[in-house]
């Protein structure tokens, strides 16, 4: 299973989407406190399970004015994975998924970006779950970029990303493939706040 992350994976996001402000290159931050970083898997056919991470971190460096974005770089604690059920959050966590305890850490490092156009694009990278590397895209969605309204006041971007992973190809092959889903769905909804 992954979640991620990516992000975060996964902020990388902010990947393409044109405005006008700084003419430089921005460092953004992704706020931990804003930030979901979710995956399902299906579960003997029935239907599927949908777990989160409660550890991420990540930032990227964007400029608006020519979309280029670059050293991305995500996160995620592979031992806060939560299912809403012990048992199965303590086996996610075992070899036969996460393998969290010889592999803590799922990391994402972004390698390029295609915008689509105003708000949508694509982020490329090495996406990094029990010591495996493998290619990721993520497709991305730039919602909102403003000033935030409230408590820190500082420019934020607002950014939703997902993508579609392969367990097997990370090494988990644990009751494939009837009783376990190969297909790990990935969700990223995030908040990246720019540094001063």
């Given at each position: 299973?992954?979640?991620?992350?990516?992000?975060?994976?996964?902020?990388?996001?902010?990947?393409?989407?044109?405005h006008s402000v700084q003419a430089e290159p921005a460092t953004w931050a992704?706020?931990p406190e804003h930030a979901v970083v979710a995956f399902t898997i299906m579960?003997?056919?029935?239907?599927?399970?949908?777990?989160?991470?409660?550890?991420?971190?990540?930032?990227?460096?964007?400029?608006?004015?020519?979309?280029?974005?670059?050293?991305?770089?995500?996160?995620?604690?592979?031992?806060?994975?939560?299912?809403?059920?012990?048992?199965?959050?303590?086996?996610?966590?075992?070899?036969?998924?996460?393998?969290?305890?010889?592999?803590?850490?799922?990391?994402?490092?972004?390698?390029?970006?295609?915008?689509?156009?105003?708000?949508?694009?694509?982020?490329?990278?090495?996406?990094?779950?029990?010591?495996?590397?493998?290619?990721?895209?993520?497709?991305?969605?730039?919602?909102?970029?403003?000033?935030?309204?409230?408590?820190?006041?500082?420019?934020?971007?607002?950014?939703?990303?997902?993508?579609?992973?392969?367990?097997?190809?990370?090494?988990?092959?644990?009751?494939?493939?009837?009783?376990?889903?190969?297909?790990?769905?990935?969700?990223?909804?995030?908040?990246?706040?720019?540094?001063?």
């Amino acid at each position: 299973m992954t979640r991620q992350t990516l992000t975060a994976a996964c902020a990388f996001v902010a990947l393409s989407l044109p405005h006008s402000v700084q003419a430089e290159p921005a460092t953004w931050a992704i706020d931990p406190e804003h930030a979901v970083v979710a995956f399902t898997i299906m579960h003997a056919g029935y239907a599927k399970v949908l777990g989160r991470f409660s550890e991420i971190e990540g930032q990227f460096t964007y400029d608006p004015e020519t979309q280029e974005l670059g050293e991305v770089s995500a996160t995620i604690g592979a031992q806060s994975v939560d299912t809403d059920h012990e048992k199965r959050d303590n086996h996610v966590r075992s070899p036969d998924f996460l393998d969290a305890e010889a592999n803590p850490k799922i990391t994402f490092l972004g390698t390029g970006s295609t915008p689509e156009n105003e708000t949508t694009g694509t982020v490329t990278g090495d996406l990094t779950i029990r010591g495996v590397t493998r290619p990721v895209t993520l497709n991305v969605t730039l919602n909102k970029r403003a000033d935030y309204p409230c408590c820190h006041g500082k420019e934020t971007l607002g950014i939703s990303a997902g993508a579609e992973i392969l367990r097997s190809e990370f090494g988990s092959t644990y009751a494939l493939p009837e009783f376990v889903g190969d297909a790990v769905s990935i969700i990223l909804e995030f908040e990246a706040i720019r540094a001063e």
